[in-house]
């Protein structure tokens, strides 16, 4: 699990920052975090000894519970992106305004 985690996040995060897109070393992480993934997979399904028990996802009531908060954050995530977008669009707001407004949205979610 943590060579799939690691894979992904270091091929999504430095991938367009570093341009690893072209490189081998992205497409070495991509096969890295697929096959992490996939031995994973088969041995949360097959092994006696199971580190982890994903056979709790089959019931709906644990899945939904458990996929609500990764989708709202999601949202609330990507609103923190959009708004000061949003706000920039405003020719009379100065930047110093729009991160008073960003601040005090911080601030009440802190």
């Given amino acids: 699990m943590a060579g799939f985690l690691g894979g992904a996040r270091i091929r999504a995060g430095e991938g367009p920052r570093n341009d690893l897109v072209r490189r081998r070393q992205h497409r070495a992480f ?3 975090s ?3 993934a996939l031995l994973f997979l088969l041995s949360a399904f097959t092994a006696r000894a199971r580190s982890s ?9 644990f899945s ?6 990764f989708v709202l954050g999601k949202i609330g995530s990507t609103a923190d992106f959009i708004y000061p977008l949003y706000l920039a669009q405003n020719p009379r707001l100065r930047r110093a305004d729009i991160g008073e407004t960003i ?3 911080g601030l009440a979610c802190f």
């Fill in 103 to 105: 601040f005090v949205s």
């Fill in 53 to 61: 028990d994903l056979k709790a996802f089959a019931d709906r009531n």
């Fill in 34 to 36: 697929g096959l992490s």
């Fill in 64 to 69: 939904l519970g458990s996929l609500s908060p």
């Fill in 30 to 32: 991509a096969w890295l």
